[in-house]
């Protein structure tokens, strides 16, 4: 059974979040990024699997090692997809200080 990793459902895990932004400036190794949590690092692995079926890792072999890096164009996809939502949030919360300001003086 192949299942499709859904993008939101990875980046909906704090952990994965985390390894996004640990990677964010640079490329590591699994070991390297398991490094960096208390967590066993099957569990960090399983992590890096998920956001490589998803797209939002890329994995480069780098002599034994293999270094995780973001994919940009899929994270740009992500971002593309939220923006609309951001700027509806955005000028819902102008509108209702607006209206504070209102109340206040």
Not at 3 to 22: E, G, H, K, N, W
Not at 27 to 41: E, L, P, V, Y
Not at 63 to 77: C, L, P, Q
């Amino acid at each position: 059974m192949n299942l499709r990793r859904d993008v939101f459902q990875a980046i909906a895990d704090p952990t994965r979040r985390a390894i996004l932004l640990l990677l964010a400036t640079q490329s590591m190794a699994a070991g390297a990024i398991a490094s960096n949590f208390d967590t066993a690092r099957p569990t960090i692995s399983k992590h890096l699997q998920i956001l490589t079926e998803c797209k939002l890792l890329r994995q480069e072999q780098n002599g034994r090692e293999i270094h995780y890096h973001v994919n940009a164009k899929t994270m740009k996809e992500v971002a593309d997809f939220i923006e609309p939502f951001r700027q509806m949030w955005d000028e819902r919360f102008n509108k209702l200080e607006d209206i504070m300001k209102k109340y206040k003086a």
